[in-house]
């Protein structure tokens, strides 16, 4: 892919041991890749966090009564759970991919805006940190939407505990993303054009369009609440004349396109991951990259069917039952690309691999359940019921959660300059796909026989399904100790990594592995696009330094 070879190893290593030690991760720094890895490990302990949150709900719920925690402890551990998954977890999380990985698919040598760069990153702790203290003075437990007038009613300590911290780490969003923006229009090396971009890059203009239009919205909506519950006005409160409805429309405008700010940059990550493990070209590259655009676009307009019983008119219904119904066509186009990708492909099974396809499998089923839920009738019906919670975790765990492993498992050598345990990688994947199954499945059943979500006690007759429910999470919160000390251990005491273990043709693995201090000792060239494995015209030979191909004659069509 590129005319550019590396420096010589020893004095690449030699730039490493002078200029990052391990208390570089510790600081205010600057470097992209710092910080990247500053988000993916804060993101990580807020994940264990609220895996433990989940954990005792399910103990909660595996006998019909209210008997390990009170139902006032259950509406605080459910709220925090949801709101620390999603706003500390899972988004921060694509936000470290997209610090770590951009600049360098791009030839760029750091993000566009460096010390904003950084100061996005630092309103995440606090954020979080506040978050976690609100369940010891006075926990919010209106569930992590919030919904007035309900919201109005709880203590307003938690609740505007709760508020402030989702409006830092809305602020940290939209930095981050006019970062991303900013570097990927502008950064790429003059041999990049847009339709050589990674996907990765793709699904990140589309997510940070996103961040853009949606979170000024939601810190809208959240500035009102906070009035309301604070100053005693009224624009959600009805007993003053206000409408809490229009909350939830404020609400769900960002916080649908926010399950695509969540998904997309794992999409992304998961259409660079196949093409490498299957030694394949990536099949149909601009279907995919304007897909990423697709959903962008349809994901601001479907947001009111999560309110189909919220008094809308039976014409509204109709419009957004029908956007959220076409925009399963872009997904589709990207799953199908997936699969052409494997199809016929000299697939390794490797950790990243596993993950790569487990994603497909279970979020297609999401997808599916989600095409379900966009029917009037049908959604009518299961409304506040476990086949929501069910659909809504096989997309975002199933999607974004395994996205994550995947990304983690391929890059990890790129980020450390070792290879993780595969053994262990292979123990974390089968823990992890039979836990998250055997969790979330039968919830579909729980939903259709009538289940309702948010209750700490339920009727006798669901408690097989429960326990089932709960065992599976179990084995989700085992599944993570694997994975932790193959992280750890790896990363201290791994295998030393080739700078392109993975014989990848994007741009961040023509560099060494950590990469040096601004990515590339001389800016690369593109001779070909980056997903052309075996598509190459003219000879290729062998780099010993980097046991990687070095392209060589005409580039490909």
């Not at 300590?157 to 911290?165: A, D, L, N, T």
Request: glycine share 8%; aromatic share 14%; proline share 7%.
């Amino acid at each position: 892919m590129t005319q550019v070879k590396n420096a010589p190893v020893a004095a690449v290593a030699s730039v490493h041991e002078t200029e990052r030690k391990w208390w570089h991760f510790f600081t205010f720094s600057t470097d992209h890749k710092v910080i990247g890895i500053q988000y993916i490990v804060t993101s990580f302990i807020f994940y264990l966090i609220g895996g433990s949150l989940a954990t005792a709900i399910r103990t909660e719920l595996a006998t019909p009564a209210p008997d390990f925690v009170t139902p006032e402890v259950y509406n605080s551990l459910l709220t925090l759970h949801g709101t620390v998954m999603i706003f500390l977890w899972i988004i921060p999380a694509g936000a470290g991919l997209a610090n770590y990985l951009i600049p360098l698919m791009i030839g760029a040598r750091d993000m566009a805006f460096p010390k904003l760069n950084a100061v996005a990153f630092w309103m995440i702790p606090p954020a979080g940190l506040m978050l976690v203290l609100s369940f010891f003075l006075e926990a919010p437990q209106s569930g992590w939407t919030s919904y007035p007038p309900l919201s109005l009613m709880t203590g307003k300590v938690g609740e505007g505990i709760w508020i402030f911290s989702l409006l830092i780490s809305g602020t940290s969003s939209i930095l981050g993303a006019i970062n991303f923006l900013v570097t990927i229009l502008k950064m790429r090396v003059p041999s990049m054009g847009i339709h050589e971009m990674p996907l990765f890059c793709w699904a990140m203009l589309s997510t940070s369009g996103l961040v853009l239009i949606g979170t000024p919205v939601l810190a809208g909506a959240l500035i009102l609440l906070a009035f309301d519950l604070l100053a005693g006005t009224a624009f959600f409160n009805p007993t003053g004349g206000g409408d809490p409805v229009v909350y939830q429309h404020m609400f769900w405008f960002y916080s649908h396109p926010a399950v695509y700010i969540m998904v997309l940059p794992l999409f992304g990550a998961i259409s660079d991951i196949l093409p490498v493990h299957a030694r394949k070209p990536i099949f149909g590259y601009k279907a995919i990259a304007y897909s990423s655009i697709a959903i962008s676009f349809l994901g601001l307009i479907v947001w009111a069917h999560h309110m189909f019983t919220s008094g809308t008119p039976a014409w509204l219904r109709m419009f957004f039952m029908i956007t959220t119904m076409i925009i399963a066509v872009p997904t589709g186009i990207k799953v199908f690309g997936w699969l052409a990708t494997i199809w016929g492909g000299k697939i390794s099974l490797n950790s990243a691999m596993l993950f790569a396809m487990g994603f497909i499998a279970v979020f297609v089923i999401g997808g599916i359940s989600g095409v379900m839920l966009a029917a009037v009738p049908f959604d009518i019906h299961v409304h506040d019921t476990y086949f929501v919670v069910a659909h809504l975790h096989y997309v975002l765990f199933g999607g974004s959660v395994f996205g994550i492993y995947a990304a983690i498992y391929h890059w990890f050598p790129k980020m450390t300059g070792r290879m993780m345990n595969e053994p262990l990688g292979i123990i974390h994947f089968g823990l992890t796909f039979i836990g998250m199954n055997l969790t979330f499945l039968p919830m579909h059943e729980l939903g259709l026989l009538g289940m309702n979500r948010r209750i700490a006690f339920y009727d006798p007759r669901f408690t097989s399904l429960n326990q089932l429910v709960t065992l599976g999470s179990y084995i989700l919160a085992v599944s993570t100790f694997p994975f932790m000390f193959n992280a750890v251990w790896s990363w201290l005491k791994g295998k030393p990594a080739a700078d392109n273990p993975w014989r990848a043709l994007t741009l961040e693995w023509q560099t060494s592995s950590p990469p040096m201090i601004e990515n590339f000792e001389v800016l690369p060239v593109l001779t070909q696009g980056p997903y052309d494995y075996g598509m190459t015209h003219g000879s290729t030979e062998a780099d010993p330094a980097t046991e990687t191909p070095v392209l060589s004659g005409s580039p490909s069509a």
